[in-house]
């Protein structure tokens, strides 16, 4: 009955769409395609027809070539594959801009590429500069340095080949830093200075610092570095913001991305970041959530809502916090010591007290909560303080409010996302990138029961929204598509393949449900009549295609509102 229903209607609009001539001309119309609209009926069609940022029309090439006028643009699609844009909607723009800028060592394949990659970044730094890098984890590494705490090398080697700049080099996490003794010097941190309440600085068994720094130990460092930074004028400090969002924004293009979910930014990078959609520089939509104080929250949070800001280029209402650290660097917070160190249970990095205060604020101010949890325990506290809000306040009925990252869930906790309508903003490619130490940290069976548990979340009725939280992680959708779907890590394993998502379930997590995940299913997300003209073009149908095969897809076009913005 559902289907004849769809039937019906599908027929209708049709019929309403002929007797609707003589057709407007469009400004696009993109022809002899695959399409896949993923619209309620999941259909297909051939043919769109585009008026300024706006879909006018999906149907067959026959019912869209009536919209072609004197001066529409036409692309004939040779069969390719249309999908609606991918929405990324966990990542870092700003880092992911920086990450292309600053020394990338994502692909270093152990401790002695990583230092070789910073000696090569020294021969063009004056002495006494900074260096910063990011995308190391030694967890990935071919080979063991000669001598370690917790996994991680000393820095013995890099002091000796980089004496005369200060180094900083982040974890792949972002939850973990990597220093040189020049930096450690300038920041007059000593073997015996204490680790600061929610950090931690890693010492050997003799007490001797070998060089990292976790989670707020970091600013003992990174303080030093804006300390040096701030000796620069402030124009200059935003002309380099400004190149970071730039570069972050056309590697987004070139991956395919017409919508991002940024996870954090302070006020003051969203006044950049404003500014730079006024002047028309942002190709691609923002939806940013606010990372900052919680002085500057009480503050500020009232003047800065807005929706759909500079023809839907920028939206701010939700704000972004954290309540634990990562797996990788034993920061997530665990209801059950970690499997591989003895009666840890990783940490909160944010008070409850202040977690609470701003999902007050949050609900004051009618932003979306957006809470970064990986562990078990930080997982189950976030979601105790949702449904307590959401209890007291049952007028609400459309929170929306997420869980970043939800990784590793009890399995007492896997219902309440569905029954809060609270949405898992999770990473297909962090499972087959972290599975290699999962098991590690959690043993099988915790890692089994509750970790990266697409199938459990769908079945029960959540809705997922994927991404990379690049720079984490390389940004490209099609990567992340492709974890999701497999499950497969390099080494051919796949990692727990009941949890797999299928094909389609994937591909709505790139795009409806991200829209879901901002309020915006209405004016994207899918491609039909009325809503914006995003789109990614590919190179293969990602839905049919072996899986082998996803990673060789490759984005051909990429349109935003109507503008080719990407093209190879
Ligand atoms: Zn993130």
């Known amino acids: 009955m559902k289907s004849l229903n769809k039937i019906l209607i599908?027929?209708?609009?049709?019929?309403?769409?002929?007797?609707n001539s003589p057709k407007e001309s469009a400004d696009l119309v993109l022809l002899n395609g695959n399409i896949i609209t993923l619209n309620?009926?999941?259909?297909?069609?051939?043919?769109?027809?585009?008026?300024?940022?706006?879909?006018?029309?999906?149907?067959?090439?026959?019912?869209?070539?009536?919209?072609?006028?004197?001066?529409?643009?036409?692309?004939?699609?040779?069969?390719?594959?249309?999908?609606?844009?991918?929405?990324?909607?966990?990542?870092?723009?700003?880092?992911?801009?920086?990450s292309k800028i600053n020394l990338d060592l994502t692909d270093t394949q152990n401790w002695d590429e990583v230092?070789?990659?910073?000696?090569?970044?020294?021969?063009?730094?004056?002495?006494?500069?900074?260096?910063?890098?990011?995308?190391?984890?030694?967890?990935?590494?071919?080979?063991?340095?000669?001598?370690?705490?917790?996994?991680?090398?000393?820095?013995?080697?890099?002091?000796?080949?980089?004496?005369?700049?200060?180094?900083?080099?982040?974890?792949?996490?972002?939850?973990?830093?990597?220093?040189?003794?020049?930096?450690?010097?300038?920041?007059?941190?000593?073997?015996?200075?204490?680790?600061?309440?929610?950090?931690?600085?890693?010492?050997?068994?003799?007490?001797?610092?070998?060089?990292?720094?976790?989670?707020?130990?970091?600013?003992?460092?990174?303080n030093k570095y804006l300390q040096y930074l701030s000796l620069q004028n402030s124009e200059q400090l935003n002309r380099q913001t400004e190149r970071e969002i730039i570069s972050g924004v056309d590697e987004s293009l070139k991956n395919g991305i017409t919508s991002f979910h940024d996870a954090g930014e302070t006020f003051a990078k969203i006044d950049i970041l404003k500014k730079l959609v006024d002047e028309n520089k942002i190709k691609i939509r923002l939806y940013v959530m606010v990372g900052d104080t919680l002085k500057n929250l009480r503050k500020n949070l009232v003047n800065y809502k807005t929706i759909g800001y500079g023809n839907n280029f920028l939206t701010i209402r939700s704000i972004k916090i954290y309540i634990d650290g990562a797996l990788g660097s034993r920061g997530a917070w665990l209801l059950e010591p970690?499997?591989?160190?003895?009666?840890h249970r990783g940490l909160t990095v944010t008070p409850l007290s202040e977690i609470r205060e701003v999902a007050e604020l949050a609900l004051t101010n009618g932003y979306q909560l957006c809470t970064h949890a990986i562990g078990d325990r930080g997982n189950r506290e976030i979601l105790d303080i949702y449904e307590d809000i959401f209890s007291q306040n049952t007028s609400i009925n459309n929170f929306r409010w997420r869980v970043e990252h939800a990784q590793h869930l009890s399995t007492k906790d896997i219902l309440r996302f569905s029954k809060l309508g609270v949405i898992p903003a999770m990473q297909g490619v962090h499972c087959t990138s972290d599975a290699p130490f999962v098991i590690k940290r959690l043993g099988y069976k915790r890692a089994e029961e509750g970790a990266y548990v697409w199938r459990k979340l769908i079945d029960?009725?959540?809705?997922?929204?994927?991404?990379?939280?690049?720079?984490?992680?390389n940004v490209s959708p099609l990567q992340s598509f492709y974890s999701t779907v497999t499950r497969q890590l390099k080494s051919g394993e796949i990692f727990f393949k009941d949890q797999k998502m299928t094909r389609l379930e994937a591909l709505k997590s790139y795009t409806i449900n991200g829209a879901y995940a901002a309020f915006e299913e209405n004016i994207k997300g899918s491609i039909e009549k009325g809503k914006l003209a995003d789109f990614t073009v590919l190179s293969k149908d990602i839905l049919t295609i072996p899986d082998k095969e996803i990673l060789s897809t490759e984005v051909l076009m990429t349109i935003v509102g109507g503008k080719i913005l990407f093209a190879k």
């Open 115 to 222: 230092i070789a990659k910073v000696v090569a970044a020294s021969e063009n730094t004056k002495p006494g500069d900074w260096i910063i890098g990011r995308g190391w984890h030694q967890e990935k590494w071919n080979t063991v340095p000669h001598k370690t705490v917790n996994g991680y090398p000393y820095n013995t080697m890099l002091n000796k080949a980089v004496p005369y700049n200060p180094v900083i080099l982040s974890h792949a996490s972002g939850h973990a830093i990597l220093v040189n003794q020049k930096a450690i010097d300038l920041a007059e941190v000593t073997d015996s200075t204490k680790s600061p309440e929610g950090g931690n600085i890693v010492k050997d068994e003799n007490g001797q610092i070998i060089g990292v720094f976790e989670e707020t130990a970091e600013d003992l460092i990174n």
């Open 338 to 343: 970690y499997e591989d160190l003895q009666d």
């Open 10 to 19: 599908t027929l209708l609009m049709i019929g309403f769409n002929a007797c």
């Open 460 to 473: 029960n009725g959540a809705i997922i929204c994927n991404g990379t939280d690049a720079p984490v992680e």
């Open 40 to 98: 309620n009926a999941d259909s297909k069609a051939t043919a769109v027809a585009v008026k300024s940022d706006t879909i006018i029309a999906v149907g067959t090439d026959y019912q869209i070539k009536e919209f072609i006028g004197e001066s529409t643009e036409i692309i004939d699609l040779k069969g390719k594959t249309v999908i609606p844009g991918f929405i990324e909607s966990h990542a870092h723009l700003i880092g992911l801009g920086k």
